[in-house]
């Protein structure tokens, strides 16, 4: 494997103008179309068998798609930016049906590896400052409020970037290997749609990372990510009954204080004794005028927990509070799903393996690698990871080292580059050391 270091090394140039080419068209959600479109181009030309759409999402679990109006926007957009022989791949992905899992098989007995990497943006307006580079180099956003602001351009460029030094260098290796490319990370939507399609039924390895957060340093990891939270994101409707506030209050049924004592006491919720919990009502908006007892509200929530368990019971005791507070107010509520994962921590095998990529990898220094760390935040990848590992399979993710411009999700956001080929490096170390001949 001596020469790993200088097949990733000779992608270098291509790994930064890719990672340009998607930092200036991103998507958001599962409105990913031109993305999907474009990696599924490339993926064709390397050779690999694809499944998409409805063969990779189950519209029965796509949570927080979007209307109508913002999914004809976004396949418009993306047709605007394709080549006209590409616009079928838009008409198929339907309404959001966005993502394609890539495999290629060696026909030669062995594991199957699965890689995953997020693909999609955020709702955040990009910087405009002479400092922000995207915006100086002029790679920056092509479309106002969506920027990467969180590095999934940078995974996404390092998944091609290793499908194609897998496609080039088949016959050094044995077993299969399958290429997750996920919509929806951010608000935790993707893996939960993906997953009950079977996408991981056969999987014995998988793998996934993130550009920064914790490992905030070039040339840096951290090994093995454990201690991801579970989550449930909904939103909540409440419908009550319009009334003159002065001339007739005894006729109205108050929405706006039905949610905002929803509100108080969901944040009130004694915490649990077996780990941390979380909830954050994030979002509240109710009513009509001054002068009329309010008659709808909207409350945008969430719960978190360091296991599914404990998510699981957050989650419940708000649901009692809105039985509660609907029956004092009299008003009706409408719960709707729109995002969700589970917890769980990288198992202990893969962390060895990235450890030991990183100590033969010559783009990671050894006084910078951090061999575990507790997230304490949620990642939808732990998602696929728990099913992986309940199925009898071995799964972890790991953090790669960067300069960070400024912190995830911030208007100024940015990477050093220099991390698109040192995590490309690991991932293809990995890959060996799962499915070497």
Not at 52 to 63: C, G, K, R, T
Not at 264 to 276: E, N, S
Not at 323 to 331: L, M, T
Not at 338 to 344: E, F, H, L, R, S
């Amino acid at each position: 494997m001596s020469n790993i270091h200088e097949e990733v090394k000779a992608l270098e140039k291509e790994l930064v103008e890719t990672r340009r080419f998607f930092h200036s068209h991103p998507e958001t959600g599962w409105l990913t179309f031109f993305t999907t479109a474009t990696i599924i181009d490339k993926l064709k030309k390397l050779g690999y068998d694809l499944k998409m759409a409805d063969e990779i999402v189950s519209v029965q679990h796509q949570l927080g798609l979007g209307n109508k109006e913002q999914i004809e926007q976004a396949k418009k957009r993306a047709k605007n930016l394709l080549n006209d022989d590409l616009h079928h791949l838009v008409d198929e992905m339907k309404d959001g049906l966005t993502g394609v899992v890539a495999s290629i098989d060696t026909n030669i007995e062995g594991p199957t590896t699965a890689f995953r990497f997020d693909i999609d943006g955020v709702d955040v307006t990009e910087s405009k400052d002479d400092t922000h580079i995207p915006f100086k180099e002029g790679f920056s956003s092509d479309i106002e409020g969506i920027t990467h602001a969180c590095g999934h351009d940078g995974h996404a460029t390092i998944g091609l970037g290793l499908a194609k030094l897998i496609s080039e260098n088949k016959d050094k290796f044995k077993g299969k290997f399958v290429f997750i490319f996920q919509p929806g990370e951010e608000g935790c939507r993707g893996a939960v749609g993906m997953e009950p399609t079977g996408i991981l039924n056969d999987v014995d390895y998988l793998i996934g990372a993130h550009i920064g957060f914790q490992a905030k340093e070039n040339k840096g990891i951290i090994c093995g990510i454990n201690k991801f939270l579970s989550t449930s994101k909904f939103d909540v409707y409440f419908t009550g009954k319009s009334a003159h506030a002065a001339g007739a209050p005894q006729e109205g049924c108050n929405a706006l204080l039905a949610a905002s004592e929803a509100a108080i006491q969901m944040h009130a919720i004694t915490r649990h004794a077996d780990g941390v919990t979380r909830i954050n009502v994030g979002v509240l908006k109710a009513g009509e005028g001054r002068n009329v007892i309010a008659p709808n509200a909207f409350m945008a929530c969430e719960t978190r927990g360091v296991t599914t368990e404990l998510n699981d019971f957050m989650k419940q005791k708000c649901i009692d509070i809105l039985d509660g507070v609907s029956k004092i107010h009299s008003v009706e509520y409408e719960l709707v799903e729109t995002g969700g994962t589970a917890g769980g921590d990288s198992s202990k095998e893969i962390t060895k393996l990235f450890k030991e990529a990183a100590l033969e990898s010559p783009y990671i220094e050894d006084d910078l690698i951090v061999e575990e760390f507790d997230f304490g935040a949620c990642e939808d990848f732990a998602h696929f990871m728990r099913t992986v590992q309940k199925n009898g399979g071995q799964s972890g993710y790991a953090m790669i080292g960067t300069n960070l411009a400024a912190g995830h999700h911030n208007k100024s956001f940015d990477f050093d580059e220099n991390c698109l080929v040192s995590g490309l490096d690991i991932f293809y170390r990995l890959a060996f050391k799962l499915n070497k001949k």
